[in-house]
């Protein structure tokens, strides 16, 4: 899986004298990866908060010999993404300052295949790229599996020395060639009007969901977060979805900070003008009731 990657990444490319640098809403994933890992220091930056970024980084400097700069693609309880085009140069400037570098690394599992004109994720939507890029085959892809963007001299060393890759099993080949497929239709003309449909959805529901009074989180992920923002209250509001035939899933602390509780609606690209009104009218019935 993605989850065993990130960590199957990290860990590998964390010694005594490695720096990790970590926004604050990374994936609990990532966030397992740190603790394994047991870098020299760790620092924790605001959320995509690129000034306490820039701070965590000179605040680093001197602590180790390797820096590595880690998160999300796209944030998958709030569907906003990383901004890799203020993120990469700010990283750069301190490239010189670590006797090895400074190391870009995000975790893109909600992007690749549903996020940027042609469905390469974060990176293709800012125009930016880091330099190694996590990612699953269990989201837009449809199937299981994780795997890592690099260096040919990165894929190498972690086919060496990842203990997640050495010791476990790989993809089924009926999976790898459902994910080939997934790709094929991605660069078709079939699969860039899915992604047009897709884009289309969720700014229709989005926009939906703030006539209606409610708060979210804007953005063009298909990830739009409904935030309540109090447990009893989102556990009610679930129930109430579910009864009338609305999947949608409700984040309650721990799972989210307290304050932050949410409902998680994720549009794809099979659902059409009238799921969204029909979505729509039973928040609508909700909030009126």
Same mark, same amino acid.
């Given at each position: 899986?993605?989850?065993?990657?990130?960590?199957? $990444?990290?860990?590998?490319?964390?010694?005594?004298?490695?720096?990790?640098?970590?926004? +604050?809403?990374?994936?609990?994933?990532?966030?397992?990866?740190? *603790?394994?890992?047991?870098?020299?220091?760790?620092?924790?930056?605001?959320?995509?908060?690129?000034?306490?970024?820039?701070?965590?980084?000179?605040?680093?400097?001197?602590?180790?010999? *390797?820096?590595?700069?880690?998160?999300?693609?796209?944030?998958?309880?709030?569907?906003?993404?990383?901004?890799?085009?203020?993120? $990469?140069?700010?990283?750069?400037?301190?490239?010189?300052?670590?006797?090895?570098?400074?190391?870009?690394?995000?975790?893109?599992?909600?992007?690749?295949?549903?996020?940027?004109?042609?469905?390469?994720?974060?990176?293709?939507?800012?125009?930016?790229?880091?330099?190694?890029?996590?990612?699953?085959?269990?989201?837009?892809?449809?199937?299981?599996?994780?795997?890592?963007?690099?260096?040919?001299?990165?894929?190498?060393?972690? !086919?060496?020395?990842?203990?997640?890759?050495?010791?476990?099993?790989?993809?089924?080949?009926?999976?790898?060639?459902?994910?080939?497929?997934?790709?094929?239709?991605?660069?078709?003309?079939?699969?860039?009007?899915?992604?047009?449909?897709? !884009?289309?959805?969720?700014?229709?529901?989005?926009?939906?969901?703030?006539?209606?009074?409610? +708060?979210?989180?804007?953005?063009?992920?298909?990830?739009?977060?409904?935030?309540? *923002?109090?447990?009893?209250?989102?556990?009610?509001?679930?129930?109430?979805?579910? +009864?009338?035939?609305?999947?949608?899933?409700?984040?309650?602390?721990? $799972?989210?900070?307290?304050?932050?509780?949410?409902? *998680?609606?994720?549009?794809?690209?099979?659902?059409?003008?009238?799921?969204?009104?029909?979505?729509?009218?039973?928040?609508?019935?909700?909030?009126?009731?």
């Amino acid at each position: 899986s993605a989850y065993v990657t990130s960590m199957g $990444v990290i860990y590998p490319l964390t010694t005594k004298e490695t720096v990790l640098i970590s926004d +604050e809403l990374n994936h609990n994933c990532i966030i397992q990866a740190i *603790r394994l890992s047991r870098p020299a220091a760790k620092y924790i930056y605001k959320h995509n908060d690129m000034t306490d970024l820039k701070a965590k980084l000179q605040e680093a400097v001197g602590q180790g010999k *390797r820096c590595l700069v880690i998160t999300d693609g796209i944030f998958s309880m709030r569907g906003d993404n990383s901004p890799f085009n203020e993120l $990469v140069p700010i990283c750069k400037e301190f490239e010189d300052k670590f006797e090895e570098g400074v190391i870009t690394i995000t975790d893109d599992s909600h992007g690749v295949g549903a996020f940027g004109k042609t469905g390469r994720g974060t990176e293709e939507y800012t125009g930016a790229k880091v330099d190694i890029l996590v990612g699953t085959l269990g989201k837009a892809f449809g199937v299981n599996g994780g795997y890592v963007v690099g260096s040919k001299t990165l894929v190498e060393y972690l !086919h060496e020395t990842a203990p997640m890759y050495i010791y476990s099993n790989p993809i089924t080949c009926s999976e790898a060639a459902a994910a080939l497929k997934v790709l094929q239709i991605l660069d078709s003309d079939k699969g860039q009007k899915r992604l047009q449909h897709l !884009h289309k959805m969720t700014k229709k529901f989005e926009q939906g969901i703030i006539e209606l009074g409610y +708060e979210t989180i804007p953005g063009d992920h298909p990830v739009v977060p409904l935030m309540v *923002r109090n447990t009893a209250k989102t556990t009610d509001l679930v129930n109430y979805l579910t +009864e009338n035939g609305v999947l949608a899933t409700g984040l309650n602390f721990p $799972v989210v900070p307290k304050g932050d509780e949410e409902i *998680r609606f994720q549009i794809n690209a099979d659902h059409t003008e009238a799921d969204i009104d029909y979505v729509l009218g039973v928040l609508k019935q909700y909030k009126n009731k």
